[in-house]
């Protein structure tokens, strides 16, 4: 089954200790990235990676690192947490950047700092 | 820059009621449209989309025509169910940019009442 996966679901943590959430979708896709969703704000993305190797900032990339070193896989660290990043985070691919290729997203990940 | 603005929620109907939720757009160029449905603790789903003016999106009973004249995209059902409740988001795939990021709405939650 054609799927992009998330881990974790949800996550409690604190202030300044170093987390990743992973990504991995199976569809072989190129384009992938990374948004956080907010009330009132929709989506915004975060990062995004055209292919292995080739990430870029997307709109809000501040706090945020990725890395894109096979092409299944798309990490999201948060080196240093801060209380202003408890949002809820959605990882999506898409099979190139051709502009009316649709996405496909994972289940999301609620992340809540203390 | 490029934007999508969609009608503020909560949308609450009866069940059977006819359903629109309005989207316009702001972008250069010829942005291909979409909207995408997210049901509770679930990633986004694409619903629909259109690639070019006068298009028209459909699936599961819902329709979007994409005109241009107006600049818009405006999602609509003949008579909606229960199961349909959910948060809609329009977006729009920004061909200015290199990666061709796509652009949300703020989302539409749609409650149906029995």
């Known amino acids: 089954e054609a799927q992009v996966t998330q881990n974790p679901r949800y996550l409690i943590t604190v202030t300044g200790k170093k987390l990743t959430v992973t990504c991995s979708q199976n569809?072989?896709?190129?384009?992938m990235s990374w948004y956080r969703q907010d009330p009132g704000l929709g989506l915004r993305q975060i990062y995004y990676s055209m292919n292995v190797e080739v990430t870029d900032k997307g709109d809000v990339p501040e706090g945020y690192k990725v890395s894109r070193k096979e092409k299944r896989n798309f990490p999201l660290i948060l080196e240093s947490p801060s209380p202003n990043q408890t949002s809820l985070y959605f990882c999506?691919?898409?099979?190139?950047?051709?502009?009316?290729?649709?996405?496909?997203f994972g289940d999301g990940t609620r992340l809540s700092i203390l | 820059g490029n934007s999508v603005t969609q009608m503020e929620g909560p949308v609450t109907l009866s069940e059977e009621a006819f359903l629109t939720i309005n989207c316009t757009y702001t972008a250069t160029g010829y942005p291909s449209l979409f909207w995408y449905v997210q049901y509770p603790g679930e990633g986004l789903q694409l619903l629909l989309k259109?690639?070019?003016?006068?298009d028209k999106g459909s699936n599961k009973g819902f329709e979007a025509t994409y005109r241009k004249e107006t600049t818009s995209f405006h999602l609509e059902k003949g008579s909606v169910q229960v199961s349909d409740s959910a948060v809609y988001f329009c977006a729009l795939s920004d061909q200015d940019s290199s990666a061709s990021k796509i652009i949300f709405g703020s989302g539409t939650r749609l409650s149906i009442r029995p």
């Open positions: 259109a690639t070019k003016a006068d």
């Open positions: 999506a691919s898409r099979i190139n950047r051709g502009s009316n290729q649709p996405q496909h």
């Open positions: 569809m072989n896709h190129e384009y």
